[in-house]
């Protein structure tokens, strides 16, 4: 069913600073998407079905820009460590066990199944170098009814010996049979191209990647300065290079390809310690940033200068990153942009303003979402991704106003269990 009618409390992101909210109120989705929202039902729209979810919030679906799909299984466990020996001592062994087929298919089941029960209805995942593996979660989340980019990584150095690609063409050729494999296989799952970061990507494994993304047009998903330790280490890798962003830059996998003068659509996860040629370059070129505030806090990172990408006007959304991140919620990651902001005004910089709610709502939807296109509003051409809230149980000795209940309900992680419904693309999920 694509053609419904929601009535509810309805609140979504007027712009970047203002938060709608309409009580009683109807939002119509027509072919999956987004007719708006009315007080009233339009005479054309009178006949679709109407569905009452009485004083309930409907908001739109929330949109994870980045999240590690096999570092799920360890989630909220070894979290005592900085970025690389992380990766090194936790990470890597855990992805190693995805060479078995038996072990991806369970592991990625549990991972599946706990997006679609969240608030997350739109993804972009990194599975793990395994082609095979990659198309079993690439199954899962088709059948999951989510809406999703995943990616099988890339990696031919500075990882175990079991990770580690046996050279740039097997990695290419593996990536090559991957895409073709896919290819018009799913509705709602699209491959992205995935150079796990720098340090793990020789320079001619970027060359064929590049030759790879010119062939078929897909999107790139990676890292960009995450740690001191990180950027040092590429600084050291590739020293004729003005800073990290320029590595992927090099290889037209930024924003746009300047031989080809093509988009490139990018997404490059933290950026907390971007110069500002490399942040200039970004703005330029359109990367999406993904803000991964947990995972800078667990493993050390830093806070990353949110406030600055907002006032350039840059592309930014929020990503839960697991495992370094430790819940895939992105009502926790709302929360926690909203503190690590505060915490970069007080200690790093008094004339930066920490975010707003408003302001964090909207990353968590249509920043993120813009990356799959015209996603997290429900203003007219929209696709149509919701959540039904029920805060009832949050009871409160006095009246609150929609924004309130909407603020109150992220912060005390109503995802958990309070969604009554979800839909994504116009389908409803559950």
Known sequence: MKDFILKGN???????????????????CVDGKSKGVFSEIPDEYKKLTLIDYEDKLIIPGMVDMHIHAPQFAFRGMCMDLELMDWLNQYTFPEEEKYEDLVYAEKA???FAEALKNGATTRAVIFATRHRYATEVLMDLMEKSGLITYVGKVN???EATEALEEDSALMSAYNTFGWINDINGKYKNTKP????????????????????????????????????????????????????????????????????ENTEVKTVMAHCVWSTEEEVELMRENGVFIAHCPASNMNLSSGIAPIRKYIEKNMKIGLGSDVAGGHSDSIFRAITDAIQVSKMYWRYVDMESKPITFAEAFYMATIGGGEFFGKVGSFDEGFEFDAIVLDDENLVHPQELNLEERLERAVYLGLDLNGIKAKYAGGQKMW
């Open 192 to 259: 992205i191209l995935t150079p796990r970061f720098i340090p793990c990507c020789t320079d001619q494994l970027m060359e064929e990647l590049r030759q790879i993304q010119m062939t078929y047009g897909i999107p790139v998903q990676s890292h960009l300065s995450e740690s001191p330790g990180e950027i040092d280490f590429v600084q050291f890798l590739r020293p004729d290079n003005l800073f990290y962003g320029d590595v992927y830059d090099e290889y037209d996998m930024f924003g746009k390809n300047d031989e």
């Open 155 to 157: 990696m031919d150095r």
């Open 10 to 28: 309805i609140c979504y992101s007027k712009n970047k600073k203002e938060i709608n909210t309409l009580e009683n109120s109807y939002v119509i």
């Open 108 to 110: 990625y089941s549990i």
